[in-house]
């Protein structure tokens, strides 16, 4: 069963002067992210399974990008740069 949907957290903590993050998490999509990320210790189990967990993270392993939205427009002109390189080869 592990932590209800209201329960479930994942939190990062910033430590500035070692560039590390520190990760907790009770959110089974994130645990199995981060365990491929980094070595987790495992907090609590259920049925042998990880429903809590705790590592650190490099400052580079974490990024913080807007995703950026385009216009049709841009789209269209993109598409048309990208075609005239590849003509231009």
């Known amino acids: 069963m592990g932590y209800s949907r209201e329960e479930q957290e994942t939190s990062l903590v910033f430590d500035n002067s070692t560039g ?11 645990i199995r992210k981060l365990a491929n990320l980094t ?3 495992v907090i609590e189990t259920e049925d042998e399974r990880p429903i809590a967990v705790k590592g650190k ?32 080869l």
């Open 20 to 30: 590390e993050w520190t990760v907790y998490s009770t959110v089974p999509k994130h």
């Open 39 to 41: 070595e987790l210790i």
């Open 57 to 88: 993270l490099t400052e580079k392993q974490v990024t913080m990008k807007k995703e950026r939205a385009y216009t049709d427009e841009q789209r269209q002109r993109a598409a048309e740069r990208l075609s005239k390189s590849r003509n231009a």
